[in-house]
């Protein structure tokens, strides 16, 4: 019948199947992807970045005991108290990850920030001494502060303001910064004293050995151009540690957990804790911590947006990223629903560069992911089954392929190739790329006006690295511990 919807060989009307339904509603035609290749990018970051629903609760909690500060609860053990901050980390990242998905529409990963949650319990709550629920109103009050600058789109003027050789720096700096974490992780590159970080014992160390082979294996299915090759390698070497574990090759907890803690879901004693924060506080101290959040989770996040899309084909031929306020929102939302929920701040993560580089770029990547930390909540006892030296062969992966971007950068310009290569080196060896982010829009405008080009730096530019130097002072000054 004219007008009708046409039937499948299997009496499934094409233009009502799920497929289809997806397809249009993220648009894989125009981003030239499908649902197959969303799926295994989705897969592919939330491998990479599901450490953080084990690393997060870790870091948060705090064991009195042993002198460690974080959220300590009366009545609850700290494995209990674990145990809440895992549902919690797995909750925040969720709701922004819908929102990332339903809303931005952009292949991202979010979830609580390494570096800032550990801001958060050892200086916040341990050296300035400010109670946890402070420190979560704190929170609260940052992504609230973002969810206002992000409506009327105060962020993304900001991130304009970006010199084009930092912009093409940072996906070059987020490379090299993924490359030690990941090598870390795996135990190839390990602490020094003298050196600072040395070549591990690989021959000598089942971890390292199992890793250092599983990337090979990784990057020889990725330059076959097989289809998923990173999930594949890291699966495989998680069940490699796992057959190792129990043909008692190594001790058990070596290459694949011994155990599994229980889990604990009611966290309730957590919701709403922020509010009870801001009775008695010392509003110096208060405005210093939230300016700390806020400073380090802005850049983290517009760092990790422009390099990694920047990686995905992301950025227009000015080196912005179209409508960038949308999954800016993703990470404010997250923010201000964390800090309501007992989670410190939810940021963008920058694995999700392994997601991306296995063809990610809609919604619908950020929306497997949720799914799969929904199914994590299910199974939190399980979320630690995959090792982080085999997850983290992503991370390699992809750094070595990020490295590329460095080609767009004019080297033969000293205005472009001292804030370039200043972003590109601070990143790794401060392991932040917020700091990276700085390095290069302070010297940018220094560096021009030198060469003589004073008229092509903008107030916003001068503005921004005048706001780096104030934050710089703030933060290695002493000035957070000094005010208590």
Avoid: C
């Amino acid at each position: 019948m004219a007008g009708g919807n046409k039937q499948s060989a299997g009496g499934e009307s094409e233009g009502g199947s799920v497929t289809t339904t997806l397809a249009n509603y993220f648009g894989f035609d125009e981003h030239g992807t499908d649902l197959r290749t969303e799926i295994v990018a989705g897969i592919t970051t939330f491998l990479a970045m599901s450490y953080i629903i084990v690393v997060n609760p870790a870091i948060l909690t705090g064991v009195p005991s042993e002198g460690k500060p974080g959220i300590v609860m009366q009545g609850y053990t700290p494995v209990e108290v674990q145990q809440m901050l895992t549902v919690v980390t797995i909750v925040a990242s969720v709701i922004a990850l819908l929102v990332m998905a339903l809303y931005a529409n952009r292949p991202f990963g979010l979830a609580p920030g390494l570096g800032l949650n550990a801001f958060f319990a050892l200086t916040v709550i341990g050296t300035i001494g400010v109670p946890w629920q402070t420190a979560l109103a704190a929170v609260f009050t940052e992504g609230v502060i973002f969810i206002l600058l992000t409506a009327v789109g105060a962020r993304s003027y900001v991130i304009r303001l970006f010199p084009a050789p930092v912009k093409y720096a940072i996906g070059t700096g987020i490379g090299f910064y993924l490359a030690i974490i990941g090598l870390q992780a795996m135990e190839v590159v390990v602490a020094d004293p003298a050196t600072l970080v040395t070549l591990g014992s690989v021959a000598s160390n089942p971890v390292a050995l199992l890793a250092v082979f599983g990337l090979f294996v990784t990057l020889a299915l990725y330059a076959r151009g097989i289809r998923g090759s990173i999930v594949v390698g890291i699966v495989l070497t998680t069940v490699l540690g796992y057959l190792a574990t129990v043909a008692g090759f190594v001790d058990p907890g070596v290459l694949f957990p011994s155990t599994l803690p229980s889990a604990q879901y009611d966290i309730t004693p957590l919701i709403g804790a922020f509010l009870s924060g801001f009775a008695n506080v010392d509003a110096f101290v208060f405005s210093l911590i939230v300016f700390t959040f806020f400073f380090v989770d802005f850049f983290d996040t517009a760092g990790t947006l422009v390099g990694v899309g920047q990686a995905g084909g992301f950025l227009d031929e000015d080196g912005n990223f179209p409508d960038i306020d949308k999954p800016l929102m993703a990470d404010a939302v997250g923010t201000t629903a964390g800090g309501m929920i007992g989670s410190s701040t939810v940021t963008t993560f920058v694995e999700s560069a392994t997601g991306v580089e296995e063809g990610g770029r809609t919604g619908m990547t950020a929306l497997v992911i949720a799914a799969l930390f929904l199914v994590a909540l299910v199974i939190v006892p399980f979320a630690a089954v995959i090792p982080q030296y085999a997850s983290h062969i992503a991370l390699v992966v992809v750094a070595l392929l990020m490295l590329r971007n460095v080609v767009d950068i004019e080297w033969d310009n000293i205005a472009h190739a001292i804030p370039a290569g200043l972003t590109i080196l601070v990143m790794p060896l401060t392991y932040s790329i917020a700091y990276g982010i700085a390095a290069g829009l302070i010297s940018y405008p220094i560096t021009k006006t030198a060469v003589g080009e004073f008229d092509d730096i903008s107030v916003g530019q001068w503005l921004i690295a005048a706001a780096f130097v104030v934050y710089f002072f703030v933060r290695t000054s002493g000035m957070l511990q000094g005010a208590m």
